[in-house]
C-alpha cells in the first residue's frame, strides 16, 4: 500500500444520498488516478489528474466527481447520479502522467443500502 | 485507444510447478508493461515491470518476457508457492493512458 492511503475501508450508501472517498498520498506523487473494480473484472479508470487543480474523465466519468486541491489529496464523490455505485474504488498515484509505474491504495469497498 | 487482453482468466496449478500469464496489446506505442498482484479485499501491488527496450527481466522466482513484434508479453512464475494464490494483472501503457487486463486468478494447491 505504500504511502498511499484511502478512507473509509468500508462505505454503505443510501438511495439518492452523494458520498465522498477519501484518497491521500505522501509519495510526493504528481499523478493521482481513481479506478472501479467489479467482481471478476479488471480496473476501469474514472478519472485522473496529473496536477493539482486539473483533471480529466476516464472511461466511466458518468456519475462520479473529483477534486485536486492539494497534491497530497484527490477526493471521489461518487453521486446520487451513479445508479450502480456497488463496487471496490482504488486510488492509485504515480511520479507523472503516462508511463511511470503507478502505486495503489488499499481501497474502499462501496455498498448501497 | 489500447487494447489488453489476458489468458487465461483461471489457473491452478500444484505448488512447485510453473505458472505462465499471457497478455496481448493492440498499440503499438506502448511501452511500459507493468504487472499486479491483488490479494482479496487489498490494492494491487506491483511485482514486476519491463520496458521496451528489454526483452526479458527476472527478479527471483518471477520473470517477464516482451515480444513487441508480436505485442504480447507473458509472466513467468516458478517454484510457486501457495502464497502466490492470488488475482494477477498485466498492464500496458502509452503516455498518460495504463490499460489494464482482465485479470487472472492463481490458485496453487499445496
Known amino acids: 500500500d505504500g504511502g498511499i492511503t484511502q478512507s473509509p475501508k468500508y462505505l454503505f450508501r443510501k438511495e439518492g444520498q452523494n458520498v465522498t472517498l477519501s484518497c491521500e498520498q505522501n509519495?510526493?506523487?504528481?499523478?493521482m488516478y481513481w479506478y472501479r473494480q467489479d467482481p471478476g473484472q479488471g480496473l476501469r479508470l474514472i478519472y485522473y489528474?496529473?496536477?493539482?487543480?486539473?483533471?480529466q474523465k476516464g472511461d466511466i466519468a458518468e456519475g462520479y466527481s473529483v477534486s485536486r486541491e492539494k497534491k497530497e489529496s484527490f477526493p471521489l464523490t461518487v453521486t446520487s447520479a451513479q445508479k450502480n455505485p456497488t463496487a471496490f474504488y482504488l486510488c492509485?498515484?504515480?511520479?507523472?502522467?503516462?508511463?511511470?509505474?503507478?502505486?495503489f491504495g488499499p481501497g474502499t469497498r462501496l455498498l448501497v443500502l | 485507444g489500447e487494447n489488453v487482453e489476458q489468458h487465461p482468466s483461471t489457473l491452478s496449478v500444484q505448488e512447485g510447478d510453473s505458472a505462465v500469464i499471457k497478455c496481448t496489446y493492440s498499440?503499438?506505442?506502448?511501452?511500459?508493461f507493468p504487472w499486479y498482484k491483488q490479494e482479496l479485499g487489498k490494492g494491487p501491488q506491483l511485482i514486476i515491470d519491463?520496458?521496451?527496450?528489454?526483452g526479458e527481466k527476472k527478479d527471483q522466482r518471477i520473470a517477464v518476457t516482451l515480444n513487441k513484434t508480436a505485442k504480447h508479453f507473458s509472466l513467468h512464475i516458478t517454484e510457486t508457492q501457495p502464497e502466490d494464490s492470488a488475482v494477477y494483472f498485466c498492464?500496458?501503457?502509452?503516455?498518460?493512458?495504463?490499460?489494464f487486463g482482465a485479470g487472472t486468478r492463481l490458485t496453487v494447491k499445496p
Open positions: 509519495l510526493n506523487h504528481d499523478a
Open positions: 489528474s496529473q496536477i493539482v487543480n486539473d483533471f
Open positions: 492509485a498515484s504515480s511520479l507523472l502522467g503516462g508511463e511511470e509505474t503507478q502505486y
Open positions: 519491463i520496458r521496451s527496450n528489454v
Open positions: 498499440d503499438s506505442a506502448s511501452n511500459y
Open positions: 498492464a500496458a501503457s502509452i503516455p498518460s493512458d495504463m490499460r
